[in-house]
């Protein structure tokens, strides 16, 4: 009788350890998809606001330029100003952007 007793709590220990191996298998392999997509979005949206950061801030300093040549010194602090304002915009895209994509890796900020 001790036998199958035996016989039979190994089967389960076995069937235990065969169901906590498919469990931890798809655990894996849905925090490996769930850091793909993030990635994957992280990067886009970085990518976006980075690109939207430079378009805004190169035509901010065009534009600056364009009144600092159109007026001379007369209107030069509003030209520098406008310059200055789209080196800032500019800068800050590219901050956000860099922070998105590191989230979207799922690093740690530094």
Do not use: F, H, W
């Amino acid at each position: 009788m001790s036998g199958i007793l035996n016989k039979a709590s190994s089967e389960t220990d076995s069937k235990t350890k065969d169901i906590q191996s498919t469990v931890q298998e798809a655990e894996s392999t849905a925090t490996s998809t769930a850091k793909t997509a993030t990635s994957m979005l992280g990067n886009t949206l970085g990518g976006v606001t980075n690109t939207v950061g430079g378009v805004v801030g190169t035509a901010s300093r065009g534009l600056g330029d364009t009144v600092n040549s159109a007026t001379g010194n007369m209107a030069k602090p509003v030209g520098d100003a406008l310059s200055n304002i789209g080196t800032g915009v500019e800068k800050a895209g590219q901050d956000i952007s860099q922070g998105v994509k590191n989230a979207g890796e799922m690093k740690k900020p530094e």
